[in-house]
């Protein structure tokens, strides 16, 4: 039997000691090897788009030691990192994911590696160094934060609800995210922007946001987070009847979630 097939405890306890692990090890190096004078490496979708030296080493950092442990498995990093693997387990990693409060010395970014069988997400860990947390969940058995269980808050009505959300890096996109900003802002408690979407996950996992939601996601941003966030009690999507993706990701207690989900779609929160 290959880990195509039903995976077993054991496959998953390894997958998640192995993230737990390469999180810890990039977080330790992120958080104690930030240079004074960090600066800009280079520049992605747009000038305000950037990587740091830290991203592309903390990368091969965690795909040196996964590709080391498990040399058959596939990954694909934010920053690159893009190998097939024959062994139908395949890694996802944001190495710094809230690279600009990173590179401002904010303490808001995390380490996200998800291990995926099959394309289902089995195992996520979202490590937030500046915090001292680490989230951690295995499909079907629960969110954590270290070892305390998590559970998402009660339901609020939309009107009371706190509500996380971020935006693109591409002007056009951000022109409709914010006009989507400004009609919801009425019609509930506050908006916050972290500026990681993998912590913003695990906050509404930890009943810290009562929901969350961004266009423009890619897989490494949401791939752990939204296995935290169901398995602390929330539902995750993008538009109504669809999976969550790059196109919208939505994460909110049931009962919320539908409010929210609905109210999004009609401003036109899916598109730019
Ligand atoms: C970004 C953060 C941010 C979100 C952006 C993401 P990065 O990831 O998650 O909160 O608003 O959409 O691209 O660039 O810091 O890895
Ligand atoms: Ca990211």
């Not at 998640?16 to 979708?45: M, N, Q």
């Not at 914010?178 to 972290?194: K, N, Q, S, T």
């Not at 810290?208 to 996601?217: K, S, V």
Request: aromatic share 6%.
């Amino acid at each position: 039997m290959t880990e195509q097939d039903e995976p077993s405890g054991r496959l998953k306890q390894e997958l998640l000691d192995l993230a737990l692990e390469a999180a810890t090890l990039a977080g330790d190096f992120l958080r104690d090897g930030r240079p004074d004078d960090l600066g800009v490496a280079a520049t992605k979708t747009s000038a305000i788009d950037v990587v740091t030296e830290m991203d592309i080493a903390a990368e091969k950092l965690i795909t040196g030691l996964l590709s080391d442990r498990r040399p058959e498995d596939g990954l694909l990093g934010e920053e690159g990192a893009s190998v097939e693997g024959t062994s139908g387990v395949e890694w996802v990693i944001d190495p710094i994911d809230g690279t600009v409060n990173y590179l401002y010395g904010l303490p808001s970014w995390a380490i996200s590696i998800a291990a995926r069988v099959n394309g289902e997400t089995l195992v996520g860990v979202v490590h937030v160094p500046m915090r001292g947390e680490t989230f951690r969940a295995v499909l079907g058995e629960g969110a954590f934060i270290g070892d305390r269980p998590t559970r998402v808050r009660p339901a609020a009505k939309l009107g009371l609800a706190l509500v996380g959300t971020g935006f693109g890096y591409l002007a056009e996109r951000k022109v409709q995210q914010a006009e989507v900003v400004r009609r919801l802002i009425p019609e509930v408690r506050d908006i916050r922007r972290g500026g990681s979407a993998a912590i913003d996950l695990c906050d509404v996992a930890a009943g810290r946001l009562d929901a969350y939601y961004e266009r423009g996601l890619n897989p490494w941003d949401y791939a752990a987070g939204d296995l935290i966030a169901r398995e602390a009690g929330a539902v995750t999507g993008g538009r109504p009847g669809e999976p969550l993706s790059p196109a919208l990701t939505v994460a909110a207690p049931p009962g919320l979630f539908e409010r929210l989900q609905a109210r999004l779609n009609e401003l036109g929160a899916w598109h730019d």
